[in-house]
């Protein structure tokens, strides 16, 4: 069984539309690709008709995928949460307690993860060291380049 994933509404929005585009856009153009191959003669040496087949099947895997994505997603009520300590689609305002560099983070599912706008995977060593912790602590998370300590300054939704 496929591991159940928190998607904000923006998030699961998206899910779905990418979704539909594959199913509709993404499978004329492949199956136009196909025709065009196809019309160019013998199958059995038409090297772009084998690559448009494969690409057929890769944007199928694509979309099976994406299905049990969806299947497995659920949207939270941010109003239901707790807002005293971090969960996922919480904000957090964390401080690095050695340089004193001071970030902001959205914790959210993997697929939604985007560094460039602030929001981290709760699957990120990061973030997993911020679940249920509450504003005040200090906490030391291993990350790849070693241990950091940071201290939660906020949380919000």
């Given at each position: 069984?496929?591991?159940?994933?928190?998607y904000t509404k923006e998030g699961l929005e998206n899910l779905k539309k990418e979704l539909h585009e594959l199913k509709t856009t993404g499978r004329t153009n492949i199956s136009k690709?196909?025709?065009?191959?196809r019309d160019k003669g013998d199958l059995s040496e038409n090297a772009e008709?084998?690559?448009?087949?494969?690409?057929?099947?890769?944007h199928e895997a694509k979309i099976s995928k994406m299905?049990?994505?969806?299947?497995?997603a659920r949207l939270l009520d941010e109003s239901k949460l707790d807002a005293s300590k971090v969960l996922a689609l919480s904000i957090v305002k964390i401080k690095n307690v050695k340089n004193g560099a001071v970030m902001s983070y959205q914790?959210?599912?993997?697929?939604?993860?985007?560094?460039?706008?602030?929001?981290?995977s709760v699957a990120s060593?990061?973030?997993k060291g911020l679940l249920g912790k509450k504003v005040g602590e200090t906490i030391e998370i291993t990350v790849p380049a070693g241990k950091m300590e940071f201290e939660?300054?906020?949380?919000s939704r």
């Open positions: 069984m496929a591991e159940v994933a928190y690709a196909i025709a065009e191959a008709y084998d690559a448009a087949k494969e690409a057929q099947g890769l299905g049990e994505m969806l299947a497995n914790l959210v599912s993997e697929s939604e993860a985007d560094m460039k706008t602030g929001k981290i060593p990061i973030a939660i300054m906020e949380i």
